[in-house]
């Protein structure tokens, strides 16, 4: 399984999802710089790590968004090659398109780190097969705009299209409808506020991260 991590200047959760892609399947990612112009040819999933990109000096993942290499996720999500987005990388594709809404300052406008409830609402995604629907996982958040915003149309269409992967089970940080994770129409990118990646060992506290990226791990040798 050929994977790859993308680093922005301030992304500082990389090489957790690096540990944690290598742990699952089996073959340590290569990781590519913001500046670069390729990601690797036979790339099977694509990971945008947390962090603060850029600094979040303008809004948080609008600078990576136009990053050199973003041209080439874009262009392999179109492919049909998996993406997944966590904490910052969540908003790098929300700003770059790749998903609909925003990501804005928490309700309390503070940074929330914590273990949170999440409530698995779609299991038919290739993240997350492995997981029963409505069930409730327990994944770490670390975020100061985790607050998922879109209007009410595009909320309904998410909605309608199933396309809500997972939501807070209690209310945590202002995000409306409680929406913790989204993915495209193919649902082949996700992204979600909570760190799965950090949520892969008993050691950590918890395995129902690992969870997802085995789902990842089975539905692309099922392809293969």
């Known amino acids: 399984m050929n994977s790859a991590v993308i680093t922005f200047p301030g992304s500082n959760c ?14 340590a990612p290569a990781q590519v ?8 040819d ?60 925003a990501l804005m300052r928490n309700a309390g406008q503070r940074f929330v780190c914590r273990d949170v409830a999440l409530t698995v609402e779609n299991t038919q995604t290739l993240f997350t097969g492995h997981y029963d629907a409505g069930e409730t996982i327990t994944i770490p958040v670390a ?3 985790g607050n998922y915003f879109a209007d009410d149309a595009t909320l309904d269409r998410i909605e309608g299209d199933g396309r809500v992967a997972f939501r807070y089970a209690h209310a945590t940080n202002g995000s409306r409808r409680d929406i913790a994770g989204i993915v495209n129409d193919g649902g082949t990118v996700l992204g979600m506020m909570p760190h799965p990646e950090r ?21 692309l040798a099922a392809t293969a």
């Open 143 to 145: 975020h100061h705009d």
């Open 42 to 101: 036979n790339v099977d999933f694509i990971a945008l790590p947390g962090g603060f990109s850029y600094g979040d000096y303008l809004r948080s993942g609008a600078m990576a968004a136009n990053s050199p290499i973003m041209r080439e996720v874009k262009a392999a999500a179109e492919r049909g090659v998996p993406v997944l987005g966590v904490c910052n990388g969540f908003q790098v594709l929300a700003e770059a398109g790749l998903l609909p809404g």
């Open 199 to 219: 949520a892969i060992e008993a050691a950590h506290g918890g395995t129902d991260g690992r969870r997802l990226f085995a789902s990842v791990a089975e539905s």
């Open 33 to 40: 710089w913001h500046r670069d112009t390729a990601v690797p």
């Open 14 to 27: 990389d090489r957790d999802m690096m540990v944690a892609l290598e742990q699952v399947f089996g073959k």
